[in-house]
C-alpha cells in the first residue's frame, strides 16, 4: 500500500486532487495536496530533477540556511511559479530534496526487488549492500547532515519527511524480514534497525574521519540482522579493529561551566536550538531564555560564534555522561532503559546530530567530536567485551560503532516524526545483537 493511499483512508476530509509533481508538461494546474505521493518506482522527471539538482548546489555552495524558492528557481534558471507548480510548496521541495540526494539508488534497487534471490540472507545481504552503497558517497551525507538540521526545527517539512521515512520502511526494508509467525512489531523493528544503521554508520563515518572502514560495520550489521531472522551466520572474523585492546581516553571538557550562569546560558541555548534550529539562537534570545542579562553573555562568552561552539562542546560532553550513566546502571541496557534516554525531548543525541553542521565546520569542534566518538566507541566495546565473556565475536569496536550509527539513525527516525515512530522494537533487536552477536536464535543452529 502507497503512503498516499494509507493517508487517505485515516484522513476523513476531503482533498483537492492534483497532478502528478513530477510530470513535465501539465495539460491543466490543480491545487496541491497537503501531502506527498511517494512512488520509489519512478524517478523525478527530468525537469523536477534539474530543479532537485540545483537545490543540491545551492546548499553545498551556501549552506541550508540559504535555500529559498528564489535561490532556487535562480539557480535552476526557472520561474518560482513553475518550481511552486512542480512541488507546490518549499516544504514538498524540501523533503523531496533530502530523497533526490540518493534516488538514483532507490529507483534502481527498486526496480530489482522482484529478481532478488528468494533466501533470506541472500536478501539480507543485498538489503545491507543497498544501504552500503548510498553509504559510500560521504559528500552527499555531509549536504544529508546540513539539510538535517534545516529540516527538522521545521514541522511542515519534518510532516513530508516522516512519510518518506514510513515509504521507506514498510516498501524497501519491511519486506525483507516478514516471515510466517513473525510479529507484525519484530518484522517493523528489524525494518527500522536497517534503515537506522544504514544512515548512522555514514554519520559515524563522517564525524570520526573513517569512511574508509564503514563496510566493515556494515558487514557486521548483515550478521546481526541474519542472526535475528535466523538464518545460520558467522561473525567477519577479517573485520578486527586495531583499537579492540586500547584503553578509552576522556576528552577533557575543562573549559566548560558545569553550574551558575555560565552553564544556565548554554542550557537556554540548547533549548532555543531543539526548538528552532542553530538559526534560533541570538544573545538577545539567549539572555531571555535563561532570564540573565543581555551583556552577561558577552561576558561569559564573548560573541555568538563562542557561544555556539560551548554550547556544541557541551552537547558533545552530556552525550559522552549519558552514555557512562547509561553502561554503568545495572540492567539499564534495555530497550525501555535505551528509549527513556535517548528519545525523549531532550535528548543527548538528537542535540549532536542538530548541531553537526556547526561541529563538522568548526575544525576544533570537529577534533574534539572524533576524539568523543572514539571514547564512546572504546566505552561501549569494553562493556560488550566483558559482557560477553568467551564469545567467537572479535570486532568488539566495529560492534560499538554499530551500536551508535544505531542509535544515531533511530535518533533521525525519531526526529522526523516523533509522535507516530516507536523505536522499542528496533531497540530490543539491537540491544539481543549487539550483547549476542555471535550466537544463533534456534532456528539457525
Not at 513530477?22 to 511517494?38: E, V, Y
Not at 538464518?231 to 578486527?240: C, F, H, I, L, T
Not at 544556565?264 to 533549548?271: M, P
Not at 534495555?334 to 575544525?363: C, E, G, N, W
Request: glycine letters at 6%; charged letters at 25%.
Amino acid at each position: 500500500m502507497k503512503v498516499q493511499d494509507r493517508i487517505d483512508k485515516s484522513t476523513p476530509r476531503p482533498r483537492r486532487r492534483r497532478q502528478d509533481p513530477n510530470r513535465d508538461t501539465p495539460s491543466t494546474r490543480q491545487s496541491a495536496q497537503s501531502t506527498l505521493n511517494i512512488d520509489l518506482r519512478e524517478d523525478y522527471s527530468p525537469r523536477a530533477l534539474g530543479i532537485l539538482e540545483a537545490a543540491q548546489r545551492v546548499v553545498v555552495r551556501d549552506g541550508a540556511e540559504k535555500l529559498s524558492l528564489r535561490a532556487i528557481a535562480r539557480e535552476a534558471g526557472e520561474s518560482t511559479s513553475l518550481v511552486l507548480y512542480h512541488f507546490s510548496s518549499m516544504e514538498k521541495l524540501e523533503a523531496l530534496l533530502l530523497d533526490s540526494l540518493w534516488r538514483d539508488i532507490v529507483v534502481e534497487f527498486v526496480a530489482r526487488l522482484n529478481a532478488m534471490p528468494t533466501g533470506q540472507g541472500a536478501r539480507i545481504d543485498a538489503l545491507v549492500e543497498f544501504h552500503a552503497k548510498i553509504a559510500r558517497k560521504p559528500g552527499l551525507y555531509r549536504t544529508y547532515v546540513d539539510l538535517v538540521a534545516h529540516v527538522v526545527p521545521n514541522p511542515g517539512i519534518r510532516e513530508n519527511v516522516a512519510l518518506i521515512y514510513e515509504t521507506y520502511r514498510l516498501e524497501i526494508n519491511h519486506p525483507f524480514f516478514a516471515a510466517p509467525g513473525l510479529a507484525d512489531a519484530d518484522v517493523a523493528g528489524r525494518a527500522a534497525l536497517a534503515l537506522a544503521a544504514g544512515e548512522g554508520i555514514p554519520i559515524d563515518a563522517l564525524v570520526s574521519a573513517r569512511e574508509h572502514s564503514q563496510d566493515v560495520v556494515f558487514e557486521l550489521l548483515s550478521h546481526i540482522l541474519k542472526v535475528a531472522a535466523g538464518v545460520r551466520s558467522a561473525p567477519p572474523r577479517d573485520a578486527v579493529d586495531r583499537r579492540d585492546d586500547s584503553k578509552p581516553v576522556r576528552p577533557l571538557f575543562d573549559e566548560l561551566p558545569s553550574a551558575g550562569t555560565a552553564q544556565r546560558l548554554i542550557e537556554a541555548g540548547q533549548n532555543l536550538i531543539r526548538t528552532g534550529g542553530v538559526r534560533s539562537v541570538s544573545l538577545e534570545a539567549c539572555a531571555k531564555e535563561s532570564g540573565e542579562s543581555r551583556p552577561s553573555v558577552g561576558y561569559h562568552f564573548g560573541n555568538k560564534k563562542k557561544f555556539l561552539d560551548a554550547v556544541a562542546a557541551a552537547a558533545l560532553r552530556d552525550l559522552i555522561i549519558s552514555i557512562e550513566q547509561h553502561l554503568n546502571k545495572r540492567g539499564g541496557f534495555t530497550a525501555h532503559d535505551l528509549a527513556t534516554r535517548y528519545f525523549r525531548p531532550k535528548s543527548p543525541f538528537a542535540l549532536v546530530i542538530l548541531m553537526l553542521p556547526l561541529i563538522l565546520q568548526t575544525p576544533s569542534l570537529a577534533a574534539l567530536a572524533r576524539d568523543a566518538n572514539d571514547y564512546i566507541h572504546l566505552t561501549i566495546a569494553s562493556f560488550l567485551k566483558a559482557a560477553a565473556p568467551g564469545g567467537s565475536h572479535t570486532n568488539y569496536v566495529g560492534l560499538a560503532r554499530l551500536y551508535t550509527s544505531s542509535l544515531i539513525g533511530l535518533s533521525l527516525q525519531h526526529l522526523y516524526d516523533p509522535r507516530n515512530f516507536d523505536p522499542k522494537p528496533a531497540l530490543e533487536c539491537l540491544c539481543k545483537a549487539v550483547l549476542r552477536p555471535d550466537t544463533a536464535s534456534a532456528a539457525g543452529r
